[in-house]
């Protein structure tokens, strides 16, 4: 199943010291790629952060995403998200470079990040740049570095300002030469990213806990690929769709919640995202033939 990296567990790995930025609002760093690269080049897990990561990175590397596979080289940009997992496979030794992270709190007065195009299709956030645009980029990133290095009161200020001129002039660029493929285990990919994604919300240990995704349109945005490419894949793979699975899960927790504490019904209902309580019952006796009351009872 695919990990969630979170920043603590980022620093970690690259074994330096998690630094908070005084007076700040969220987190933002950057690291040369050569620098926190692991010397026995082991593979990534398929994972995906709490955080926002832009790569500058020259070399030759694959990314896989739930149904895409991008095989890059020369000098590319990589924007990834938080809610997208991947994984990353150094293809070469060789790797030079930036990495730059940030949380979306680093970014929330310059709107919302998650919206632009970079940080939401998959095909939009892996560029191969010319020279010229590879040179522009690195500019950016020494300049960030600089500034990151520096005494400046309002440095983060600055470098906000600089992060957005790599996203917007990423955004102005297409990707004209990173090749995209889906490969014939995609389907695998997609099923193995949905039932962790599902799994994750589970169990529900307190009563102000609401799970977050519940429809298969909710879970389809967070793959990035179309609700009834997510239904096929499922189908193909374990011969339920989407709804089934969900379905499933959520009467499992129910019955769990139901057998095991005290809340009332309307609580069990509302930490399983149903709006109306009689909507909560009316699936829970489809599916069952008894009402939710009387199977407490029971």
Known sequence: MPDFTTIDSFYERIQQPLQLLLGEAGHFNMFRIEDVLSPDHKQANY???????ISLITGKNRIFYADKTFDIQGT?????NPMMPYLWERVTEEQTGYICIFTE???????????????QHTELGVLMLSETDALFFRQLFLRMEEELAGSYSYKYDL???????????AQKRHPTEAS??????????????FLELLE????????NQVIQISTPSGFAQQLNIHVNHLNKALKEQTGQTTIQHINE????EAKILLKTTDWTIN?????LAFQEPNHFSAFFKKRTGITPKAFRVD
């Open 159 to 169: 470098i906000r300002n600089l992060l957005m001129e790599v996203i917007h002039g």
């Open 200 to 207: 994750r919300q589970f169990p529900i240990d307190l009563s």
């Open 47 to 53: 994972s995906r952060r709490n955080f926002f990561k």
């Open 267 to 271: 609580e069990i209902a509302w930490s």
């Open 76 to 80: 590319s940009l990589v924007f990834t």
């Open 105 to 119: 709190a680093f970014l929330s007065q310059m709107g919302d990040i998650k919206a632009f195009p970079v940080f």
């Open 180 to 193: 995209a493929t889906t490969q014939s285990n995609a389907n695998e990919r997609i099923t193995a990213i």
């Open 249 to 252: 899960r959520i009467l499992q």
